[in-house]
């Protein structure tokens, strides 16, 4: 069956940086792009951006632009999203969600991974 | 960025119906808009309910329709069950860059 599955939990200090992956089973990796969203505790969703694994092309929300990198590996069907120079409000759970371009469908999410950052 | 407003809480009877909206700052939402529906339950990822302003998967009630309704995306409960309480989101797309509502805590009371 389609699955996305995520990176386990991470601890990180404020000014590091943090790599989450996203593994694809079930399906063609290429043929969909990849979402990424994050929801800090307590509060909503919030959309960092997306990647086309077949080209590797971003897109990254404004409020993110100069600290995501959205990355793949076809290889092995795994989406990266790295967050680099964390703060504590970056504490969040991070998911990965998959795109049909041709439906414009976002149907299958992963379980989320939980990032906390503190000193 | 554009901004995107849902109601942050409604009540709705068991049995009753209740329409959840989602506007946009930049104006009118439309079909351009492709809005999404998500269902979100405490400890949960998020559940995609309705996509491309509409359309419903496999595992969509059908007591829930999606549709736009006053220049706004529409999340339609008839109908509702204990089971539907529950956080609700909607997305819109603007070009390459999406945005999401701030959520409506849905009550079944």
């Known amino acids: 069956q389609v699955q996305l599955v995520q990176s386990g939990a991470e601890v990180k200090k404020p000014g590091a940086s943090v790599k989450v992956s996203c593994k694809a089973s079930g399906y063609t990796f290429t043929g969909y792009y990849m979402h990424w969203v994050r929801q800090a505790p307590g509060q909503g969703l919030e959309w960092m951006g997306r990647?086309?694994?077949?080209?590797?092309?971003?897109n990254y929300a404004q409020k993110f632009q100069d600290r995501v990198t959205m990355t793949r590996d076809t290889s092995i069907s795994t989406a990266y999203m790295e967050l680099s120079r964390l703060r504590s409000d970056d504490t969040a759970v991070y998911y990965c969600?998959?795109?049909?371009?041709?439906?414009?469908?976002?149907?299958?999410w992963g379980q989320g991974t939980t990032v906390t950052v503190s000193s | 960025q554009a901004v995107v407003t849902q109601e942050p809480s409604l009540t709705v009877s068991p049995g009753g119906t209740v329409t959840l909206t989602c506007g946009s700052s930049t104006g009118v939402v439309t079909s351009g808009h492709y809005p999404y529906w998500f269902q979100q339950k405490p400890g949960q990822a998020p559940r995609t309910l309705i996509y491309d302003t509409s359309n419903k998967h496999s595992w969509t009630p059908a007591r829930f329709s999606g549709s736009l309704l006053g220049g706004k995306a529409a999340l339609t409960l008839s109908g509702a069950q204990p089971e539907d309480e529950a956080e609700y989101y909607c997305?819109?797309?603007?070009?390459?860059?999406?945005?999401f509502g701030g959520g409506t805590k849905l009550t079944v009371l």
């Open positions: 990647i086309n694994p077949n080209s590797g092309g971003t």
């Open positions: 969600a998959r795109f049909d371009v041709d439906s414009y469908d976002m149907d299958v």
């Open positions: 997305l819109l797309s603007y070009s390459g860059a999406r945005v």
